[in-house]
């Protein structure tokens, strides 16, 4: 039973561009949730996260977006650069305990 | 360094071989993850440690596999009899305690396992 689902597993967007990269989950405990990028023969490193009592978090060029209701999240990046050009993970934690559940990735591909 | 290291970066081995992969986490991190990411999948938690203890060994797949960590710090996954099942990257991560919010886990770049 996958708790945290990337349903697009590979996205390819115009540099300059907005990209939208989406994550469902359907735990309800969760409360909540990191995006991670990933380089080829690089580990996740942190990108952006948000909490459940907030609905958006913003950090320059990216946006996390919550719907509780839908329990769906989403990243924007706007504008994409070539260098956002990676693995996308969503991961979401009920932060009483310590496990990050991770979804399955979405490669992103910024074209120049 | 101040980032989470692992070694070696990349393990080839024979099915039946034993296997250990070595995982130092940032300095003053308590919590220690190892993950592993299958082709295609997503990262799957195996164990957790805060200290030196395992409260949570529920993600390891077999008795194969098992793990340690000492002084609080470096951290061995250690895999026997390695089937060809047991090929992934074996990523590992650290934070400076387990669970919460702003708590990130900050993670190596992993150890790509072969098994022939």
């Not at chain 2, 290291?5 to 071989?17: A, D, F, I, R, Y």
Request: charged fraction near 20%; hydrophobic fraction near 30%; aromatic fraction near 10%.
């Amino acid at each position: 039973d996958q708790q945290v689902k990337q349903n697009s597993p590979s996205l390819s967007v115009q540099e300059g561009r907005i990209s939208i990269l989406n994550c469902d989950y359907t735990n309800s405990m969760f409360d909540y949730f990191l995006w991670y990028k990933k380089y080829p023969a690089e580990g996740p490193t942190f990108l952006i996260s948000i909490s459940s009592i907030k609905d958006k978090n913003e950090d320059g060029r990216f946006t996390v977006f919550l719907n509780k209701s839908a329990k769906h999240l989403s990243l924007h990046i706007v504008p994409s650069q070539p260098g956002d050009s990676a693995v996308y993970f969503c991961a979401a934690t009920d932060s009483g305990t310590y496990k990050y559940i991770f979804g399955t990735g979405t490669r992103l591909k910024v074209l120049a | 360094g101040a980032g989470v290291s692992q070694s070696p970066s990349n393990k080839v081995t024979e099915k039946g071989k034993d296997v250990e992969l070595r995982c130092d986490p940032i300095s003053g991190h308590t919590a220690l993850y190892w993950y592993r990411q299958s082709l295609g999948q997503g990262l799957e938690f195996l164990i957790y440690f805060q200290g030196n203890s395992a409260p949570d060994k529920s993600g390891l797949p077999s008795d194969r596999f098992s793990a340690e960590r000492t002084g609080g710090s470096v951290s061995t996954l250690t895999i026997q009899r390695t089937q060809q099942e047991d090929s992934a990257v074996y990523l590992c991560a650290s934070s400076l305690i387990a669970g919460g919010k702003n708590n990130e886990q900050f993670f190596g770049p992993g150890t790509r396992l072969t098994v022939l």
